[in-house]
């Protein structure tokens, strides 16, 4: 496509497609605004194209091998063969479905999709550049703007991703065949299910995380169900060990090279090296001084509770304004910044979004943990039952895991912690009480069906009131 010197209008300009971007989109133009959604790459952005759908694709399909091939107790004898082929063609059919919807929902809505990277010119100007030979620009006048330009991973120095067999996520998830080893650098969100993934395919796994446990940020007793299950599986943690070096072999191997705090280093040889420290947000391709912004030190754009920037008509969503950095947390932000737009007085509370990591078992936690709630001022009330306590569990061959509920002394619920298979669906619950203000009583007296999972849910708000029926107090 060869574009001139065309200048169109429009009321609000979005940048990035993403689960931020489009879904600021959408909701702008049902609030009847002319919006124009600009993405450089693939609609649906990192979470549809690279992130959320094909890893956990990847986490169902694995899944279903492993436990088939776990069965024999339960008097399934099978050995199911995984062919890496079949299963990345229909992961890559999930997620060209969901990026094609994406497409379609924005045209019904009325959206102007417009393919090119756009970056400012001016206070209320942009261009959107169509890089590549022989290509123009056209610029697009805005009265608002809505940045949704998401997150890349971060590069470790002496680790660079052009190294022959270092990868990032995006590499490992598009990989032709299963390494027979897998060292992963970082034991966070990515670190984490990946790793899974992998050793349920076969792969030799090796965790480096530079901190003494993965998945830092959450509590002892909730990473622990985890690290034991993917230590079943065959992974092997490293802690307390930062990677510093790769270096290829000529075995076609990697070498990576982590140190302890104190200088000592180890080496770690891998046909495969997945690097998952982290990401970081993108603004350098926004041109962000001519529309008069600058980021945090961070790189991050700084938004008030209406996701609005130091500039009144300018607003960023998703990734690029900051932790957390979920898919979740940048379309509820995307809804926000249409609203604002629109002159409705709506803000992001930041209570009651989940996080989850979908490990074997997961893990999904909203609000509170009890330390911060006691750092908060609460006296809290905590009511935890293990899931082995659970009909539906044993039911479902799992016996690991557990919910926990934390509470204020007046019995409204501040946050919970889950430990089991679909923590990711049993989070949804906790996280309407949450936000609802509801109380040990209300979710106490919640009739759950039998034989289901939530039904920990009851009994925990019932053992925090001291009256738990399935578990002893
Ligand atoms: P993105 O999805 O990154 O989209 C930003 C878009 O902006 C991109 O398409 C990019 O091409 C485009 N863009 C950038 N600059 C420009 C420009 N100047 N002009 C035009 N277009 C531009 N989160 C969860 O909640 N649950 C999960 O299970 C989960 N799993 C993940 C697994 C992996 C492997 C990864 C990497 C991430 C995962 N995440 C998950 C995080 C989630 O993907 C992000 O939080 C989410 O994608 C952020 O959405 P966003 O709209 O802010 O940005
Ligand atoms: P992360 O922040 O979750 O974990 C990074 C880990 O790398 C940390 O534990 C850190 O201590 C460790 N680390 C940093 N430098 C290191 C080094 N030199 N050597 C060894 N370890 C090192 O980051 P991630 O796993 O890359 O994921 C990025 C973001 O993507 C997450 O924060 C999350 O917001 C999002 N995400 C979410 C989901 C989900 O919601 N299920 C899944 C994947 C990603």
Redesign the pocket.
């Known amino acids: 496509m060869v574009v001139g010197d065309v200048t169109t209008g429009t009321d609000v300009l979005v940048v990035g497609a993403g689960p931020g971007g489009y879904v600021a989109a959408i909701r702008a133009a049902q609030h009847d605004f002319d919006v124009t959604l600009v993405e450089r790459d693939a609609y649906g952005g990192t979470c549809l194209n690279y992130?959320?759908i094909p890893?956990?694709a990847y986490v169902s399909a694995t899944d279903i091998a492993h436990r088939a091939r776990e069965a024999e107790h339960m008097g399934i004898h099978a050995d199911p063969a995984v062919d890496l082929e079949g299963m990345a063609e229909w992961k890559d059919g999930v997620v060209t479905r969901l990026t094609r919807g994406v497409e379609g929902l924005c045209k019904q809505a009325g959206v102007n999709l417009v393919e090119g990277r756009a970056e400012f010119a001016g206070e209320t100007t942009a261009r959107i550049v169509h890089d590549g030979a022989g290509e123009g620009a056209e610029t697009v006048e805005f009265e608002h703007a809505v940045i949704a330009t998401g997150?890349r991973?971060?590069e470790?120095p002496g680790?660079p991703f052009d190294t022959e067999g270092v990868v990032s996520?995006k590499g490992l998830l598009a990989a032709e065949s299963v390494p027979e080893s897998l060292v992963v650098?970082?034991?966070?969100?990515?670190?984490?299910?990946l790793s899974t993934v992998f050793a349920k395919l076969g792969a030799d796994v090796t965790v480096?995380?530079?901190?003494d446990s993965?998945?830092?940020?959450y509590e002892d007793d909730v990473t622990a169900v985890v690290r034991d299950r993917a230590a079943d599986l065959g992974v092997e943690f490293a802690t307390g060990?930062?990677?510093?070096d790769a270096e290829p072999r000529p075995d076609d191997t990697v070498r990576l090279t982590?140190e302890t705090g104190t200088g000592e280093s180890r080496t770690f040889d891998a046909e495969r090296v997945l690097v998952?420290?982290?990401?970081e947000p993108v603004t350098d391709t926004l041109n962000l001084d001519a529309v008069g912004l600058k980021p945090t030190d961070e790189g991050f754009l700084d938004t008030d509770e209406q996701c609005r920037t130091a500039l009144d008509h300018v607003f960023a969503v998703g990734?690029v304004a900051g932790?957390?950095?979920?898919?979740h947390e940048a379309s509820a932000a995307g809804k926000v910044a249409a609203g604002a737009i629109a002159g409705d007085p709506t803000a992001m509370d930041q209570q009651a979004i989940p996080?989850?990591?979908?490990t074997d078992p997961e893990i999904a936690t909203v609000g509170l943990t009890e330390a911060e709630a006691t750092e908060s001022g609460f006296d809290p009330v905590v009511g935890e039952v293990p899931l082995r306590s659970s009909g539906r569990a044993l039911t479902l061959d799992e016996r690991e895991g557990f919910v926990r509920v934390v509470a204020a002394e007046a019995g409204f619920l501040l946050g919970a912690q889950v430990v089991a298979p679909e923590a990711s669906e049993l989070i949804a619950e906790l996280g309407l009480a949450v936000e609802m203000g509801a109380t040990l009583e209300d979710v106490a007296g919640t009739v759950h069906a039998h034989p289901t999972l939530s039904e920990s849910i009851g009994e925990a708000t019932e053992a925090a009131l001291s009256r738990a029926i399935h578990a002893a107090q």
């Open positions: 992130g959320c890893s956990k997150s991973p971060v470790l680790v996520s650098v970082g034991g966070g969100y990515i670190g984490m299910e480096v995380e530079a901190l993965v998945l830092p940020a060990l930062a990677a510093t982590a998952a420290v982290g990401r990734d932790e957390p950095m979920l898919a996080e989850v990591v979908f």
